[in-house]
């Protein structure tokens, strides 16, 4: 009993790690102020001077509420220093927030002047990544290590071919891109699997997917004329946007169809030979592909919930908003589709084949 109770109290303790980590973060994060050139104050005194609602020409309602903060200033030659300004906000939220007492804010100084330019947010940020840290450390041990040095090592890569692509004028931007593709997953597969067949086969076959689905989304965009396919409406983009349309499909898709193909290979290298490797193979991508389609059509589509909110509140009807806003949402979930879908029996097929004995 005492033994069990022992137990119990230990794994309260290890699985309380993230929150003392989070509480520690943020509770230094607050006093790390010196850390900045910029001037940061922290609100001693609020008071409310003014609230108004506001109405626009479409009938969208919100109240601005304008109000007088004073605040000690916590950093630079004027530490503690009280200063003096007007702050004012929108109900909504949508591009500022209420101060209170406690609050801390970035501030710019104007001859005599103080003016507020933003929240000091760094505490809850830095907290919570912390938390996550420490719990995908507790969840994954080991493995942690190695995943989180493929991701330092794809965003290195990233940095570089951007910093190559910024250089050349977007000259082989695709063929740039779609080797960083192929890159990311060997990197990835070789990290998280190890040198083995598991990774040679998720590899090959995640960059085959997703190619082959690449190639028959283009075939059908090109087909169709690319119907109600605005590619004009990529975001800040002024040259090349079919190319960066196909470049943002295959960095999007890439994941799941990586994960897809790891979950069938290690299934399938882990059968004994009397069983129908290819067949189990099958069984197993026809129930992951569902989610995994689920889930890239909720990011891309999550990606422009936002303004398409913002569409409908101006007056554009449903159907304008889905074509201009959420149509290469869409369009970008099918070709995503369609690699996920095909990932299936070929990772099957090549998890099956490299399998058998003699095969290595």
Avoid at 226 to 238: I, N, R, S
Wanted: hydrophobic share 55%; charged share 15%.
């Amino acid at each position: 009993m005492n033994r069990f109770y022992g137990k119990t109290i230990s794994a309260k303790v290890k699985w309380g790690l993230p929150l003392l980590v989070f509480a520690v973060i943020f509770g230094l994060a607050r006093w790390d102020a010196g850390l900045y050139r910029q001037p940061i104050g922290q609100v001693t005194a609020v008071r409310t001077t003014q609230t108004r609602a506001i109405t626009d020409n479409l009938g969208n309602r919100d109240r601005t509420t304008r109000q007088a903060v004073t605040a000690r200033l916590l950093n630079t030659e004027a530490r503690g220093r009280v200063v003096h300004f007007n702050h004012t906000s929108v109900r909504s939220g949508a591009m500022d927030s209420r101060l209170q007492v406690g609050s801390q804010v970035f501030l710019s100084q104007q001859n005599s002047r103080f003016v507020l330019l933003n929240r000091k947010r760094d505490g809850i940020v830095l907290a919570l990544f912390g938390f996550a840290v420490a719990l995908l450390v507790l969840i994954m041990r080991r493995r942690f290590v190695m995943t989180a040095l493929s991701i330092l090592a794809n965003i290195g890569l990233l940095l570089l071919v951007l910093r190559v692509d910024f250089n050349s004028h977007q000259v082989a931007a695709f063929g740039l891109f779609a080797g960083l593709a192929v890159t990311f997953t060997v990197v990835t597969a070789l990290f998280v699997l190890g040198v083995s067949r598991s990774a040679a086969i998720a590899a090959t076959a995640t960059i085959g997917a997703t190619a082959a689905g690449v190639a028959l989304g283009y075939a059908v965009f090109h087909l169709t004329g690319y119907k109600d396919l605005h590619l004009e409406a990529v975001k800040y983009v002024t040259q090349a946007p079919q190319l960066l349309f196909f470049v943002q499909i295959i960095i999007g898709s890439l994941g799941a169809v990586f994960d897809e193909c790891t979950d069938i290979t290690a299934a399938v290298i882990e059968l004994p030979p009397t069983q129908n490797r290819f067949t189990a193979g099958m069984a197993i991508g026809r129930s992951v592909m569902g989610p995994l389609i689920a889930v890239l059509f909720m990011i891309f589509i999550a990606e422009t919930f936002t303004e398409s909110v913002l569409w409908l509140r101006n007056g554009n009807s449903i159907a304008q908003t889905v074509i201009w806003v959420m149509g290469l949402g869409f369009a970008q979930s099918l070709v995503s589709a369609f690699g996920i879908v095909l990932a299936v029996p070929l990772t099957s097929g090549l998890a099956t084949f490299l399998a058998k004995e003699g095969r290595a």
